[in-house]
């Protein structure tokens, strides 16, 4: 068997890569091996490993018993989980209409569609708090409208988004499919349901998966509509201890690693859908 020559350019790509690479996974190590360290510790040898009398686990312990980590994870799953789900289902009816419909507007829509990627949060966050206010959902006791009012935006947020990535993969599907069912008696919900979603599959899991991880980061929302403490998800959890342990960096590491190793595990569970998501969107779109 003949063996492939391996050109200096690739090398070089390979080498630049995996630099690139170092500089994003070394921080989280960082972060991860300084909240096994107490304080002084880090202020004098950040960089050493905590091996032997250096290795403490009194950071994390002191997370658990300061902070609401628990809850701060239960809100965050529910208003993620929330906005993934509906993002799937409103911009995968949004898609297919779009794509498989002829109406008035048709065009108009869509190029509004894709001007909603370019407007960043914080440009509409005053009217959109405004509006959630007269709804009575904001500045409430009840926790579940409050992380309601979250998950709104983020719904509304990761709509154009999805809606421009399910078009491109649900336009290559051959339209045959769809008529072949609609003649053994499908409606256009069953054909969604039973045709397109299955065939879809790593375009849906891509748009969740990215939904549900922007909606988990988004502190900038949390900031303005998640004011009791009870109520705070994990990253505003993350953000008021910053400001009351400013200088305590063994829990502000604990902390982070917190945050960040739950969102590491869903990424490599799920990296293969997201790959062939977004590599089978950008071929068939």
Not at 71 to 77: D, E, G, K, L, V
């Amino acid at each position: 068997m003949k063996k492939k020559k391996v050109s200096g350019y690739t090398i070089l790509i390979y080498v630049i890569l995996s630099l690139w690479a170092l500089t994003t996974i070394y921080p989280i190590v960082w972060i991860i091996q300084n909240s096994f360290k107490v304080k002084d510790q880090i202020l004098s040898d950040s960089f050493s490993l905590p091996l032997g009398d250096s290795f403490t686990l009194s950071n994390y312990k002191t997370a658990f018993e300061r902070l609401n980590i628990f809850s701060a994870y239960r809100n965050s799953i529910v208003i993620s989980t929330t906005v993934a789900v509906v993002v799937i289902l409103l911009a995968g009816f949004a898609a297919f209409a779009l794509v498989r419909y002829s109406f008035k507007g048709k065009s108009i829509l869509q190029s509004l569609i894709v001007a909603g990627m370019m407007f960043p949060v914080f440009s509409t966050i005053i009217p959109v708090f405004r509006m959630l206010n007269n709804w009575g959902i904001v500045n409430t006791e009840n926790l579940w409208m409050s992380l309601l009012a979250v998950a709104l935006p983020q719904i509304a947020g990761n709509l154009s988004f999805a809606i421009v990535i399910l078009s491109g993969y649900i336009k290559s599907l051959p339209i045959e499919l769809e008529e072949a069912a609609y003649l053994e008696g499908c409606n256009a919900i069953q054909i969604f349901f039973k045709v397109i979603m299955p065939l879809t599959k790593p375009s849906f899991a891509t748009v969740a998966i990215f939904s549900f991880l922007w909606s988990y980061n988004d502190l900038f929302t949390q900031m303005f509509l998640l004011r009791l403490p009870e109520q705070r998800a994990i990253t505003r959890l993350l953000n008021e201890l910053t400001s009351m342990e400013g200088t305590n960096y063994g829990l502000m590491a604990a902390a982070v690693a917190l945050v960040v190793i739950p969102v590491i595990i869903v990424y490599v569970i799920l990296q293969k859908h997201i790959i062939k998501g977004m590599t089978a969107g950008a071929v068939k779109g």
